[in-house]
């Protein structure tokens, strides 16, 4: 079992720059990917960025440009730097470990991302 912990998420203005961390309870393997996920009142849970072991990223068309995805030094945590930040970015925001090979996936609790106009 992994535990995800996020944290960095808040109340911002339309323009505005948050970035959210998501620390795992144990490194992650070359085989696992990791990513952040959103869910808005409503809506469906839906992939925003994701970064494989070796670095490969890949992003939600909307948040392109915009946000950024990338590993910490410590082989355990993921970053999303979120920039230009608009109301309908305004979420919950899930951290996501997945593991294909043995098709596991763990997800955090979530942290809040509510971006005012």
């Known amino acids: 079992q992994v535990q995800l912990v996020e944290s960095g998420g808040g109340l911002v203005q339309a323009g505005g720059s948050l970035r959210l961390s998501c620390v795992a309870s144990r490194s992650i393997f070359s085989t696992e990917t990791m990513g952040w996920y959103r869910q808005a009142p409503g809506n469906q849970r839906e992939l925003v960025a994701a970064i494989t072991s070796g670095g490969s990223t890949n992003y939600e068309d909307s948040v392109k440009g915009r946000f950024t995805i990338s590993r910490g030094n410590a082989k355990n945590t993921v970053y999303l730097q979120m920039n230009s930040l608009k109301p309908e970015d305004t979420a919950i925001y899930y951290c996501?470990?997945?593991?294909?090979?043995?098709?596991?996936?763990?997800w955090g609790k979530g942290t809040l991302v509510t971006v005012s106009s």
């Open positions: 996501n470990l997945r593991n294909t090979p043995l098709g596991m996936a763990y």
